[in-house]
């Protein structure tokens, strides 16, 4: 049975993306972010076996910490990690405006440290699977060549910013057998915006089932490909 770990999964394309892999029959680890989350629950008791539902803050050192122990007492090795988890921070604000410089640090320490974060302390456990997958949930606002905004700044650079050190660690886990894919999911109906964004494109279902189509049709294939991968949930190239 393989193994995979999503963070953020109390809702939109983390729970859709935690339920895919269930029914694809994998082991999963689903990274709870809020204190209570009745649908992680209900998928708990469906899949008692299956699923493990962990606690996790991805911009605490301990609790990502935490959750590798946990973790590392249940399974060898993990096959997969998708990092998915984050926050949008202020929408509105442009250069003329005030600027909430404590808050985009918390979005930069959640967006972008909280990945490197997951995928640094879990790394002995990806490194000793098969597949070595790792996929970093992005975003086209992080694309600095179609960069179209003028605010969003701390969503934007985090992004951005989690772009490049997922080149980083591709880098360096590509000689070792390992790739780090970057996925822009498609504008989606979910509650990121503080409500539910009805008029997006996609539900979190239909993208998720984008984004493990990507990996099945990379896993077992050895990462031939130089750099590191930027795509959409439909597998079109971004550019960076
Ligand atoms: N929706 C879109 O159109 C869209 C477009 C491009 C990219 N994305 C990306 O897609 C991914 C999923 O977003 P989504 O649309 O599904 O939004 P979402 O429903 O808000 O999901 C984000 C998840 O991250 C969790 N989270 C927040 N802070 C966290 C922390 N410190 N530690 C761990 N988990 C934390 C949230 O938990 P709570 O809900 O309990 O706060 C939630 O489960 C994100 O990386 C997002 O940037 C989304």
Not at 142 to 162: P, T
Not at 197 to 218: F, K, Y
Request: net charge negative; proline share 2%; with cysteine.
């Amino acid at each position: 049975m393989k193994s995979a770990f999503v963070t953020g999964a109390d809702r939109g394309v983390g729970l859709a993306l935690v339920n895919g892999l269930l029914v694809k029959g994998y082991q999963v680890f689903a990274g709870q972010y809020a204190e209570e989350v009745p649908e992680l629950e209900a998928l708990k008791s469906e899949y008692a076996e299956q699923l493990q539902v962990l606690r996790l803050d991805i911009a605490s050192d301990e609790s990502v910490a935490r959750a590798f122990e946990a973790v590392a007492a249940r399974i060898e090795a993990l096959d997969l990690l998708i990092n998915n988890g984050a926050i949008l921070g202020d929408i509105g604000a442009t250069v003329l405006d005030a600027l909430d410089y404590a808050e985009m640090l918390n979005v930069f320490n959640v967006n972008t440290l909280g990945s490197l974060r997951m995928s640094q302390t879990f790394m002995p456990l990806l490194l000793k699977s098969d597949s070595k997958f790792l996929v970093n949930i992005s975003s086209e606002a992080g694309s600095i060549s179609n960069c179209y905004r003028e605010s969003w700044y701390a969503y934007c650079m985090s992004k951005a910013a989690l772009n490049m050190q997922s080149r980083l660690t591709h880098n360096h886990i590509k000689p070792l057998g390992g790739r780090v894919l970057v996925v822009h999911p498609g504008w989606v109906q979910t509650f990121m915006q503080g409500k539910l964004d009805a008029a997006a494109a996609l539900t979190p279902e239909q993208s998720a089932a984008g984004i493990l189509m990507l990996v099945e049709a990379r896993l077992g294939r050895i990462a031939t490909e130089a750099e590191c991968e930027y795509v959409d949930y439909a597998d079109s190239p971004l550019n960076w």
